[in-house]
């Protein structure tokens, strides 16, 4: 254990070594969290480069000097190179020992040289600029699974605090540091790396790993929560922060009435990162947990869209929003939802006719789940529809056929490399949710505000959970319990979601951007840390019922089939069409015609009842014998 403090304490050195290095110039570009990331779009596209030596500061301005040279063009990169200069838009262009540098990806004229010409065959040079990128990426990787690991070696903390509280405290502590030795936070969570490289892993895994029958068998109830409960929190959480305004309990603050409701809509999503970090380890019983996962899968599109729709409406302003763009707004809604779910349906058919193919290239069959499912979040990106959706549904729709269709080495290997990409995905999100913090320039407080919001949050979500669950148990045959509505109400975690959506708020139309940022980040600290924390105590306190570890016999499998057509054949008899009854056709229709396009037939004999039934029952008398 020893040994693992001092390889963690000596990377952590080299980080801040590596961020000294380049601290008096923002990197070029971002590793998994540079706040000057030029690939994730936020770049403003200032930066400053100095050689022999000399360092350009030309504040807001791109400065590149060379051999004592320096040139300044506002808004642009402007190198000097022995009488020449070079121009770039928004990106970087520097000069080095009298050569303009214009070789992507290379240093251009360095060669670990510092500029002197060359006069004698080199060992070893150093060239740190020209690995710094990925050299800072692979290490912030390696030290993130690192807090992981020490976190995994302390089970008697970890029973107590959550992981992913640890691990925000762990970012507390490596966001010191780095600041410590900087005076400035070189590192942060963008949108852009959160968005495009680490949610679309941990949304694919989630719907790929649902399991199916329970989450459209509460369908209703999860859509009912996702869709109607996620905009009562926005809506009222916005309208009474209004209200308080205007009554002055916050004091002089630049901020409207449709820009309280686009903060209500960026922070009225419950976290499926959180919500699966926190309630795995909890370990509560089957419906339960597919309701606050479903939900939090589905609001987070939901979330989106508000957000996308809200801040449209900022834009045009007031004076310009009448009933025609507020109907379009209602359309856009729901055009957007639904038309990201569709997509991800048709890359999930895609995905299980790619996989009905692949027989003879099973070395590289599992990479098209993992392409095809991350293109269907671009696409749905690119389209303006929401991509968690059509990720979400993407995965659920493909995993029953591709796992008929695949080779079980293809199967084991898909299943296993999507929980490391998204277990990895999770373990960064949260210790640079926590080292984002410890930046003084984001920081802008107001009383009330924070208080305001979080006591908003809280109330709102229990009675929304509760009206809305009163109001399912009316139709439901097994009512949602007291107790199970109790933790629903106290498991709305907010996390990264949230706080991607508030860095994303443009700081020209919305004034107060930073105390919403710091309000954001105070939300989910306080959810995921505060609650996660005491979710388990409660769970017990209560004695909410747990999921069942033991797995279904022989006998009780058949007994479940036989209930299932009974349920069917009642709901017929009396006239009345339920979800069973939907089901059963739904299941008449797949077994018809999209196994038969979409399953090979070599799987679909192994589907067979009878037969796997007859291979269970001679697999059990061989064990027997063998016995």
Same mark, same amino acid.
């Given at each position: 254990?020893?040994?693992?403090?001092?390889?963690?304490?000596?990377?952590?050195?080299?980080?801040?070594?590596?961020?000294?290095?380049?601290?008096?110039?923002?990197?070029?570009?971002?590793?998994?969290?540079?706040?000057?990331?030029?690939?994730?779009?936020? *770049?403003?596209? %200032?930066?400053?480069? =100095? +050689?022999? @030596? !000399?360092?350009?500061? &030309? #504040?807001? $301005? /791109?400065?590149?000097?060379?051999?004592?040279?320096?040139?300044?063009?506002?808004?642009?990169?402007?190198?000097?190179?022995?009488?020449?200069?070079?121009? *770039?838009?928004? %990106?970087?262009?520097? =000069? +080095?020992? @009298? !050569?303009?540098?214009? &070789? #992507?990806? $290379? /240093?251009?004229?360095?060669?670990?040289?510092?500029?002197?010409?060359?006069?004698?065959?080199?060992?070893?040079?150093?060239?740190?600029?020209?690995?710094?990128?990925?050299?800072?990426?692979?290490?912030?990787?390696?030290?993130?699974?690192?807090?992981?690991?020490?976190?995994?070696?302390?089970?008697?903390?970890?029973?107590?605090?959550?992981?992913?509280?640890?691990?925000?405290?762990?970012?507390?502590?490596?966001?010191?540091?780095?600041?410590?030795?900087?005076?400035?936070?070189?590192?942060?969570?963008?949108?852009?790396?959160?968005?495009?490289?680490?949610?679309?892993?941990?949304?694919?895994?989630?719907?790929?790993?649902?399991?199916?029958?329970?989450?459209?068998?509460?369908?209703?109830?999860?859509?009912?929560?996702?869709?109607?409960?996620?905009?009562?929190?926005?809506?009222?959480?916005?309208?009474?922060?209004?209200?308080?305004?205007?009554?002055?309990?916050?004091?002089?603050?630049?901020?409207?009435?449709?820009?309280?409701?686009?903060?209500?809509?960026?922070?009225?999503?419950?976290?499926?990162?959180?919500?699966?970090?926190?309630?795995?380890?909890?370990?509560?019983?089957?419906?339960?947990?597919?309701?606050?996962?479903?939900?939090?899968?589905?609001?987070?599109?939901?979330?989106?869209?508000?957000?996308?729709?809200?801040?449209?409406?900022?834009?045009?302003?007031?004076?310009?929003?009448?009933?025609?763009?507020?109907?379009?707004?209602?359309?856009?809604?729901?055009?957007?939802?639904?038309?990201?779910?569709?997509?991800?349906?048709?890359?999930?058919?895609?995905?299980?006719?790619?996989?009905?193919?692949?027989?003879?290239?099973?070395?590289?069959?599992?990479?098209?789940?993992?392409?095809?499912?991350?293109?269907?979040?671009?696409?749905?990106?690119?389209?303006?529809?929401?991509?968690?959706?059509?990720?979400?549904?993407?995965?659920?729709?493909?995993?029953?056929?591709?796992?008929?269709?695949?080779?079980?080495?293809?199967?084991?290997?898909?299943?296993?490399?999507?929980?490391?990409?998204?277990?990895?995905?999770?373990?960064?999100?949260?210790?640079?949710?926590?080292?984002?913090?410890?930046?003084?320039?984001?920081?802008?407080?107001?009383?009330?505000?924070?208080?305001?919001?979080?006591?908003?949050?809280?109330?709102?979500?229990?009675?929304?959970?509760?009206?809305?669950?009163?109001i399912l148990n009316k139709f439901r045959l097994v009512p949602v319990e007291f107790i199970d509505q109790v933790i629903m109400s106290y498991g709305g975690l907010r996390g990264a979601v949230a706080y991607g959506l508030a860095t994303m708020l443009d700081g020209n139309k919305i004034k107060e951007k930073n105390l919403m940022v710091c309000t954001t980040l105070i939300v989910v600290y306080f959810t995921v840390i505060l609650q996660g924390i005491t979710m388990k105590p409660l769970v017990t306190w209560l004695k909410v019922k747990r999921a069942a570890a033991s797995e279904l016999t022989l006998i009780e499998k058949v007994q479940n089939k036989v209930f299932d057509h009974m349920l069917v054949a009642i709901e017929d008899i009396s006239g009345q069409i339920g979800h069973n009854y939907m089901r059963d056709k739904w299941n008449h229709f797949e077994e018809k015609w999209m196994s038969r396009i979409l399953m090979k037939p070599s799987a679909r004999k192994n589907r067979d009842y009878v037969f796997k039934v007859f291979h269970k029952l001679n697999l059990k008398d061989a064990m027997s014998y063998v016995?």
């Amino acid at each position: 254990m020893a040994a693992i403090w001092r390889f963690a304490l000596f990377l952590c050195m080299l980080l801040m070594v590596s961020s000294s290095d380049t601290g008096h110039e923002p990197p070029e570009e971002d590793t998994s969290s540079s706040k000057s990331d030029t690939s994730s779009g936020t *770049d403003s596209g %200032h930066d400053t480069s =100095g +050689d022999s @030596g !000399q360092s350009g500061t &030309d #504040s807001g $301005h /791109d400065t590149s000097g060379d051999s004592g040279q320096s040139g300044t063009d506002s808004g642009h990169d402007t190198s000097g190179d022995s009488g020449q200069s070079g121009t *770039d838009s928004g %990106h970087d262009t520097s =000069g +080095d020992s @009298g !050569q303009h540098g214009t &070789d #992507s990806g $290379h /240093d251009s004229g360095d060669g670990g040289h510092g500029g002197e010409p060359i006069t004698t065959l080199p060992i070893v040079s150093w060239k740190w600029h020209h690995v710094s990128t990925p050299y800072l990426v692979a290490l912030w990787i390696l030290v993130s699974w690192l807090c992981k690991l020490i976190i995994e070696a302390n089970h008697h903390v970890t029973s107590v605090i959550p992981e992913s509280a640890l691990l925000i405290c762990f970012g507390f502590i490596l966001g010191g540091m780095i600041w410590g030795a900087d005076k400035v936070q070189t590192f942060t969570l963008t949108p852009t790396v959160f968005f495009f490289y680490l949610l679309p892993q941990v949304i694919l895994d989630a719907g790929y790993s649902m399991p199916n029958k329970l989450f459209f068998s509460n369908m209703g109830a999860i859509l009912v929560y996702a869709v109607i409960g996620t905009c009562w929190n926005a809506a009222s959480l916005g309208l009474s922060l209004w209200g308080c305004h205007m009554g002055g309990a916050m004091g002089d603050l630049d901020i409207g009435l449709l820009q309280y409701l686009l903060f209500g809509s960026l922070i009225a999503a419950v976290d499926p990162v959180a919500v699966i970090a926190v309630f795995e380890q909890v370990h509560v019983n089957e419906v339960l947990f597919i309701m606050v996962f479903g939900e939090s899968l589905l609001n987070d599109g939901v979330t989106v869209v508000l957000f996308n729709v809200f801040d449209a409406f900022v834009s045009l302003g007031g004076a310009k929003i009448n009933a025609v763009e507020i109907i379009k707004g209602i359309i856009s809604f729901f055009v957007v939802a639904f038309g990201g779910s569709l997509l991800g349906f048709v890359f999930g058919l895609l995905i299980s006719l790619l996989t009905r193919c692949t027989k003879n290239i099973q070395i590289i069959e599992p990479g098209f789940v993992f392409v095809l499912g991350y293109l269907a979040y671009l696409t749905a990106e690119m389209l303006s529809l929401s991509a968690i959706l059509s990720i979400v549904f993407c995965g659920m729709c493909c995993q029953k056929y591709i796992n008929s269709n695949m080779d079980e080495s293809s199967v084991t290997t898909v299943r296993y490399v999507m929980k490391v990409l998204a277990n990895g995905s999770e373990t960064i999100i949260f210790v640079f949710l926590g080292i984002s913090a410890i930046d003084k320039t984001i920081w802008v407080w107001n009383t009330g505000f924070i208080l305001l919001t979080l006591f908003f949050i809280f109330v709102y979500r229990f009675i929304g959970v509760f009206f809305l669950t009163w109001i399912l148990n009316k139709f439901r045959l097994v009512p949602v319990e007291f107790i199970d509505q109790v933790i629903m109400s106290y498991g709305g975690l907010r996390g990264a979601v949230a706080y991607g959506l508030a860095t994303m708020l443009d700081g020209n139309k919305i004034k107060e951007k930073n105390l919403m940022v710091c309000t954001t980040l105070i939300v989910v600290y306080f959810t995921v840390i505060l609650q996660g924390i005491t979710m388990k105590p409660l769970v017990t306190w209560l004695k909410v019922k747990r999921a069942a570890a033991s797995e279904l016999t022989l006998i009780e499998k058949v007994q479940n089939k036989v209930f299932d057509h009974m349920l069917v054949a009642i709901e017929d008899i009396s006239g009345q069409i339920g979800h069973n009854y939907m089901r059963d056709k739904w299941n008449h229709f797949e077994e018809k015609w999209m196994s038969r396009i979409l399953m090979k037939p070599s799987a679909r004999k192994n589907r067979d009842y009878v037969f796997k039934v007859f291979h269970k029952l001679n697999l059990k008398d061989a064990m027997s014998y063998v016995a």
